[in-house]
């Protein structure tokens, strides 16, 4: 009981001149609870314990320690090195730097964002992209949304709801983060008309399906997964024909959409919005953040009657985005309309066509700087791995790539970290690597590191902190 009666006080604790800055940056309050949790912790330890009294200077310390982890924001940079360029889970897109300055020249202050600078009224922030998309796509009109996701709900709740929506049975997907083509079409109290089989829809399945109750004829691009073999479906141009002759809105969902030609760049194909649309398509909807390489958006383009009629939709002001998404949205479509440049300047595209020596090129002149900051831990070797581009474009298409692949040590009787530790370790730098784990190796693909600093100025870190858990 003497011990504890030794314990600064709170009050004492705050006054200490080594308080200040830490009063300046967190604020009275917080410091104060920090010192109480740290001194409950202490008070804790001398009595059950039998521990020492800690030092002032040691309790500051902690409640220091304990405040910085607290104000750290749990929205963080890391680096992607799951060679997956479109990683859903980290964020999609790398916004260009003009993007960037874009979004962070809307966001301090007030825009014209619905206002016409013009003829000083009332204007609409789809005006910010609109043109840019017209011209992009070759559509009459477009309108952007939160997501596509958004995009989907509202082009089926302005046009079906209420009433039918003919898709094909091999097109009803999920995508990750429960975004089902049937639930949403729930959502939009649209009744699911599904025709044809899993594998094979033919054309007379959608002319037999065509009725009073059709709001729409939907085409979904089977983003994530593939079915080969004894297949069939019905291309774009004859199912938009089938419709128009009922009078009945044909809509593709895209989903990634690519608005360049990604054959001109040696990637594998993707259909782009312009080439539905001139196949016939009456609305085409498409991600922001796919390989278009910006922002987190839903874009509709096709059909002015119809775009008309989603704006007026009241769904649509739940679903709008917000001026910084407009911004970034705006100078990566400004980035399109210069093709020969895109690859250099649209990161998304720039990381997804780097070419394969390159990336082994950095992958060497890595390697020998992670062996020696593993050496006596782990076994590094240079690796050949396979990209994937990512939220669901080409699901079957790798691309070349080059990585480091960390091996636990197995020899010699002294088991090293196991390849999760490793994992582990290596998401808790202060700038947080993500890899992944083959064949119980860690492997870190390095297509998206571009700055290599990045990774080898953190190796002393993961050295020490390897080394603390082995002897811990
Ligand atoms: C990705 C995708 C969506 C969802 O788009 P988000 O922008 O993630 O909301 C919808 N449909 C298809 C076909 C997709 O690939």
């Known amino acids: 009981m003497n011990e504890l009666a030794r314990l600064p006080s709170v009050e004492r604790l705050v006054q200490a001149p080594e308080a200040a800055p830490l009063v300046e940056a967190h604020g009275r309050r917080a410091v104060v609870e920090a010192l109480r949790a740290v001194l409950a912790g202490a008070r804790e330890a001398v009595l059950e314990g039998g521990a020492a009294v800690p030092a002032e200077a040691e309790i500051l310390a902690s409640a220091a320690r304990a405040l910085a982890a607290e104000a750290a924001p749990s929205l963080r940079p890391v680096l992607n ?19 960037v300055d874009a979004v962070a020249a809307v966001a301090r202050g007030a825009s014209n964002l619905e206002f016409s600078l013009d003829e000083g009224r009332r204007g609409d922030r789809d005006d910010h992209v609109e043109d840019r998309l017209r011209r992009l796509t070759g559509a009459e009109a477009a309108t952007v949304v939160n997501n596509n996701a958004a995009a989907v709900l509202l082009v089926l709740d302005t046009l079906a709801r209420g009433r039918e929506a003919i898709v094909s049975r091999g ?31 033919h054309a007379r399945d ?20 593939e079915i080969s073999g004894f297949t069939k479906e019905v291309p774009e141009r ?33 259909p782009t919005p312009r080439a539905c649309l001139e196949a016939g398509a009456d609305l085409v909807t498409f991600s922001g953040d796919k390989l278009l390489g910006g922002p987190q958006a839903g874009l509709v383009v096709g059909r002015a009657d119809l775009v008309a009629r989603l704006k007026r939709n009241p769904l649509k002001r739940a679903l709008r985005c917000d ?13 399109h309309l210069d093709p020969p440049r895109l690859a250099t300047r649209l990161p998304a595209l720039r990381l997804l066509t780097r070419p394969e020596p390159e990336i082994r090129a950095m992958a060497d002149a890595l390697m020998p700087a992670v062996a020696s900051a593993l050496s006596g831990l782990a076994a590094v070797e240079r690796v050949e791995c396979a990209s994937q581009i ?13 990585g480091l692949a960390i091996a636990p040590l197995t020899d010699g009787g002294v088991a090293g970290p196991s390849a999760s530790r490793i994992l582990a370790a290596l998401r808790r730098l202060p700038l947080p690597v993500v890899g992944r784990i083959a064949k119980d190796r860690v492997v870190l693909d390095l297509r998206c590191l571009e700055d290599p600093a990045a990774l080898a100025d953190q190796l002393p870190a993961l050295r020490a902190a390897l080394s603390r858990e082995a002897e811990a």
């Not at 959608?206 to 997964?225: C, D, M, P, W």
Request: proline share 5%; no cysteine; charged share 20%.
């Open 81 to 99: 090195l799951t060679g997956t360029v479109l990683h859903t889970n980290l964020g999609r897109a790398p916004l260009p730097e003009a993007a």
């Open 171 to 201: 097109e009803l997907i999920e995508i990750g983060g429960a975004f089902r083509m049937p639930e949403i079409m729930e959502g939009a109290g649209v009744r699911l008309r599904e025709v044809g089989t899993t594998n094979r829809t």
């Open 206 to 225: 959608f002319e037999g399906a065509i009725g009073e109750a059709t709001g729409l004829v939907l085409k979904v691009h089977k983003s994530n997964y």
């Open 238 to 270: 004859e199912l938009a024909a089938i419709a128009r002759a009922r009078g009945i809105p044909f809509a593709v969902d895209l989903g990634s959409g690519s608005l360049a030609d990604l054959a001109g760049f040696g990637l594998p194909h993707e």
């Open 323 to 335: 001026k910084m998404t407009i911004a970034a949205l705006s100078e990566v479509l400004r980035l």
């Open 390 to 402: 990512g939220s669901g474009a080409q699901p079957v298409d790798l691309l070349p790539s080059a």
